[in-house]
T-cell receptor
Framework: DAGITQSPRYKITETGRQVTLMCHQTWSHSYMFWYRQDLGHGLRLIYYSAAADITDKGEVPDGYVVSRSKTENFPLTLESATRSQTSVYFC???????????FGPGTRLTVL | AQSVAQPEDQVKVAEGNPLTVKCTYSVSGNPYLFWYVQYPNRGLQFLLKYITGDNLVKGSYGFEAEFNKSQTSFHLKKPSALVSDSALYFCAVRAANQAGTALIFGKGTTLSVSS
């Protein structure tokens, strides 16, 4: 009964490198979300997906790419990491768009 | 545009006393409202939600929240605080008539319960 998992939990990378954060859910939820959490900003939505092959931008999408080829997976890629992308990243899923979201444990990313 | 405000960065209460964490919102039309809690180095955990119906919503761990449409508020309450309630609390909102959109979160309120 894994629920929603994220990997890696911690990542250190260098400016300019490509990084992919993984998210996997076992509930077959339709909706999946990526947020970043920064002090003073709370949670800000990066991208979300209503179903496989359907994605849409959130509040802060620049510098990020997502894909959703399977319902259970929603990877987030930083194409060329920047220091401003140092943050804690949370993946979430929900049964419907208006349902409560269930969050993964987060990935702490540091870009040097 | 949708927005959520949590006017207090921090709330401090003594164990056994009642607690209130404030939230006000702005949406077009009817709101869907949520409260989440985050413990250190953990993801957010769902506490309760208001979709429709009774204005007083009961949730996990003895928490409840009151929806007040005229004041556009959804304050989180607990009659008797525990030290273990110390955490970061987030209010979130979504407009009921906007299918496919995600939640907007407040910036969070840190609750500190002293023994």
């Amino acid at each position: 009964d894994a629920g929603i998992t994220q990997s890696p939990r911690y990542k250190i990378t260098e400016t300019g490198r490509q990084v992919t954060l993984m998210c996997h859910q076992t509930w077959s939820h339709s909706y999946m979300f990526w947020y970043r959490q920064d002090l003073g900003h709370g949670l800000r939505l990066i991208y979300y997906s209503a179903a496989a092959d359907i994605t849409d931008k959130g509040e802060v999408p620049d510098g990020y790419v997502v894909s959703r080829s399977k319902t259970e997976n929603f990877p987030l890629t930083l194409e060329s990491a920047t220091r401003s992308q140092t943050s804690v990243y949370f993946c979430a899923s929900s049964l419907q768009g208006y349902s409560e979201q269930f969050f993964g444990p987060g990935t702490r990313l540091t870009v040097l | 545009a949708q927005s959520v405000a949590q006017p207090e960065d921090q709330v401090k209460v003594a164990e056994g006393n009642p607690l209130t964490v404030k939230c006000t919102y702005s949406v077009s039309g009817n709101p869907y409202l949520f409260w989440y809690v985050q413990y250190p180095n953990r993801g957010l955990q769902f506490l309760l939600k208001y979709i429709t119906g009774d204005n007083l919503v009961k949730g996990s761990y003895g928490f409840e929240a009151e929806f007040n449409k005229s004041q556009t508020s959804f304050h989180l309450k607990k009659p008797s605080a525990l030290v273990s309630d110390s955490a970061l609390y987030f209010c979130a909102v979504r407009a009921a008539n906007q299918a496919g959109t995600a939640l907007i979160f407040g910036k969070g309120t840190t609750l500190s319960v002293s023994s």
